[in-house]
């Protein structure tokens, strides 16, 4: 009887292991979706910003060289050269694809450590 009763707490205790190793590998599952999830909003505010800046370019390269251009700062609009905003938003567009190639290559890694998760998990 003895036997049988050590047995069963051993049993218990290797399934209380095991449902605590499984519930370790869901919580690490469950975080990197929840990253995923955050890399796509991230990346959807960048790709907005991204078509916004480019048609911004379109419009400046279709302004004359004498033509008045305005920046809007806080409630005000402030006269700014063509050249010049021309040149800042190249760089904004420079800057946000970049962002979006970073954002691209995490959203690899992440999908690669959900796969390995996922099947860590079955």
């Not at 499984?22 to 990253?35: G, H, M, P, R, T």
Request: aromatic letters at 4%; proline letters at 1%.
């Amino acid at each position: 009887m003895a036997s049988s009763s050590s047995s069963s707490s051993s049993s218990s205790s290797a399934s209380r292991e095991l449902q605590k190793d499984f519930d370790a590998k869901a919580n690490d599952l469950s975080k990197i979706q929840k990253d995923i999830s955050k890399n796509h909003q991230v990346r959807k505010k960048y790709t907005i910003q991204l078509g916004e800046n480019e048609l911004v370019l379109k419009e400046l390269d279709l302004l004359n060289d004498d033509a008045n251009v305005y920046k809007l700062i806080g409630p005000v609009l402030v006269k700014q050269d063509l050249a010049e905003a021309n040149a800042n938003v190249r760089k904004r567009i420079e800057y946000i694809s970049a962002e979006l190639k970073r954002l691209d290559s995490t959203l690899q890694d992440l999908e690669g450590k959900q796969s390995i998760k996922k099947e860590a998990v079955k």
